[in-house]
């Protein structure tokens, strides 16, 4: 079986994993938590994104 078939086939069963057990024990968030953390992803997102750019530019 080539490797990359068996990388993926672990990464598929991992994620359904922990999936499973985080919608079983984790916490359930309020709409303030949740609107204080969206409130970063923007920024983050672009932080990446110009670090990306950046990399690709200097490599």
């Known amino acids: ?8 086939g672990l990464l598929f069963v991992a ?3 922990l ?3 985080l919608e079983k024990y ?3 968030r309020s709409e303030e938590e949740l609107s204080k953390i ?3 992803i923007f920024p983050l997102v672009g ?4 670090a990306q ?7």
């Open 1 to 8: 079986m080539p490797p990359i078939i068996m990388i993926l």
């Open 15 to 17: 994620l359904f994993i």
């Open 19 to 21: 999936v499973t057990v």
């Open 26 to 28: 984790g916490k359930r």
């Open 38 to 40: 969206t409130r970063y």
């Open 47 to 50: 932080i990446v994104l110009l």
């Open 53 to 59: 750019l950046l990399y690709m530019l200097f490599r």
